[in-house]
C-alpha cells in the first residue's frame, strides 16, 4: 500500500483558518482509520517567524481574506496580514507544487469573499479550488477533503 498525506500549508491570524484545518485533519484521521487508502493530513502554519523553505512535496494553500479598503475589482485593494504567506509560496520552486488553493472569509463582503485566495493560485498558476466562510462547517470539510483528496490522486498517478 501507498501511503499518500494531504500537505496543508496556512496562515491564520484570528484562529478561523486553524481552526478550519486542524479539524479537517482530525476529519482525515477518522476517515484512514475506516479506510486506509484515505490520506492523512498534514500542517504547516506560516507566520512573520517562519523560516522560508523549499518544499518538496505537493501541497495545498489555505488563504483567508483580509483587505483594506477598495472593493477588489475596480477600485483597488490593500491586502493585509497574509504578505508573508503569499512570499513563502513563491519562494523558490514552492509554486511548482501548489495543488490548489482553498479560501476563506467572511461572505458579507461580496466580492471580496475570498480575493485574497484567488489572487494568491493566480500568481501561484493553480486552480482555486474551493472556499468556505469563517470556521467553515463540518459538511465543508468533507467536501474540501474529498477535493483535495482527488487532485492528490490524480496528481500521483
Sequence with gaps: MSESTINIIFISIEGNTRSFVTGMQD???TQHAADE???LITLKEISE???FEIETKPYFAFVPT???GGNGIDNGV???MTNVLGEYLNYDQNPDLCLGVV???NRNFNDQ???TARRYAEQLDTDFIADYELRGTSVDTERIYNV?????AAYTK
Excluded: F, H, I, V
Excluded at 148 to 152: C, N, P, S, T
Design 27 to 29: 476529519y482525515a484521521k
Design 37 to 39: 487508502s484515505n490520506p
Design 49 to 51: 517567524q517562519s523560516e
Design 66 to 68: 483580509y483587505l483594506d
Design 78 to 80: 490593500k491586502e493585509l
Design 103 to 105: 479560501g476563506s472569509g
Design 113 to 115: 469573499y475570498c480575493l
Design 148 to 152: 483535495m483528496k482527488e487532485r492528490l
